[in-house]
């Protein structure tokens, strides 16, 4: 078991996040992007970057090979929707995708978006992490979060329709 603290300021201990959050268990804040019976999309907003998507299996499995045939066609689904509307209503051009499979939770992709202010943390994979702590730490304000829960909202509802 984990002790994790939520952004709500409650502490929870559990076996894995991603189970948590992929099954419903655990509510991450903004809600639920869009969900299949394989996969879990959302906005992890404790990093506050208009339109960041993390894409979870709901199965809890670490490593790529370990999805089904299902799981195969329904990831690749997914991301190319995400992938399409963070494009058409956020006007996003390129995103940055992570995925580790020694995680301490279970398989899921990052989908990072790119803005200009990025490029001075560099403009390949090392600037992955600086770019996620600087928006932590600095971009937790009352606007940014408006704008990036507006897009989040707007980013739900194109993926429903
Ligand atoms: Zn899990």
């Known amino acids: 078991m984990r002790k994790i603290t939520l952004s709500n300021g ?23 992007v869009m969900e299949t019976d394989y996969f879990h999309a959302h906005q992890d907003v404790a990093y506050p970057i208009k339109g960041l998507i993390i894409l979870a299996s709901k199965r809890h499995i670490t ?3 370990e999805l089904n045939d299902e799981e195969k066609m329904d990831y690749i689904n ?9 494009r058409d209503v956020l006007g996003i051009e390129h995103v940055y995708y992570f995925y580790n499979e020694d995680t301490i939770h279970h398989f899921h992709t990052w989908m990072v978006p790119r803005y200009e202010w990025m490029y001075e943390f560099g403009r390949s994979v090392e600037s992955v992490r600086p770019v996620l702590l600087h928006a932590r730490n600095n971009m937790n304000n009352k606007e940014n979060m408006r704008d ?5 909202k707007v980013l ?6």
């Open 10 to 32: 409650k502490t929870v201990e559990v076996e894995c996040l991603s189970c948590e959050i992929t099954s419903g268990r655990i509510e991450p804040d903004g809600g639920v």
């Open 63 to 65: 490593c790529f090979d």
């Open 78 to 86: 997914l991301l190319s929707k995400i992938r399409k509307a963070q």
């Open 148 to 152: 990036v829960m507006h897009a989040l």
């Open 156 to 161: 739900t509802k194109e993926l429903k329709d």
